[in-house]
């Protein structure tokens, strides 16, 4: 007799909230995840992206409110609040790019995917995107 | 004739995949040379980018070109990247195909409100 066979378990669409948090979580997912999260934030602010090229390039009256944006606030919200949206994407777009040229290097090298590599170059990738964020931050925030 | 579809369909061979996965990475390396172009004449401006410099340098014909390649090869990379998110996280087929749609028409738009921009320096 043929034994019914077990059923198993398949594994098809990750459950975001349910499994993600019982992962385990080395320093190249936590930069992956990153990879992901900066990219969906600079998606979802694209017209916020498009409206500082429009508003600064298109004429001097138009890179006047441009910047005043920055200082005096836009819309209902206070420059504070513009600047900190700012931020977040300058974070987004250092991470997403200094990852992204992780993963091509990696995708081309043999030598970039070994296990050790792997950790060091994810733990550089958030490090270094962090610290120049804070170094262009404080430019932003008029610091220097 | 042998059936190749449903559940027996060929899933190896002809770039299930492949295409889009290569794709992002073409777009990817073409709108980090864009960063760097951009940047480099940015840090290249002698003294303080005002208004002027700052148009200018979108003023010319080679930049445009590459600009315009850019947001063509942007619209594709984050197609793709919001593709993956859609079905990774989102089961229902209904609610994940309403998505895939909506971010169609949304980066289309973004995409010709950006060369609009462009092409008014």
Known sequence: MTEIAKKRPEFRNIHAFGDLPGYRWPAASIASGMHRISGLLLFLAMPFIIWMFDTSISSEISFARFRSAFNKGLWIFPGVLVKLLALALIWAYLHHFICGLRFLWMDTSHAAVTKQFGASSAKFTIVASLLLTLVLGAKLFGLY | ?121
């Open chain 2, 1 to 121: 004739m042998a059936v190749n579809y449903g559940s027996r369909r060929l899933v190896v061979g002809a770039h299930y995949g492949v295409r889009d996965w290569i794709a992002q990475r073409v777009t990817a390396a073409l709108m980090a040379i864009f960063t760097i172009v951009v940047l480099a004449r940015f840090l290249l401006t002698s003294g303080p980018v005002g208004y002027d410099k700052w148009a200018g340098l979108f003023a010319g014909q080679g930049m445009k070109m590459l600009t315009f390649a850019t947001i063509v090869a942007l619209l594709y990379h984050a197609w793709v990247g919001m593709r993956d998110i859609w079905m990774d996280y989102i089961q229902p087929v209904g609610v994940r195909l309403a998505l895939l749609i909506l971010t169609i028409i949304y980066l289309v738009g973004c995409a010709g409100w950006a060369v609009q921009v462009l092409w008014r320096v």
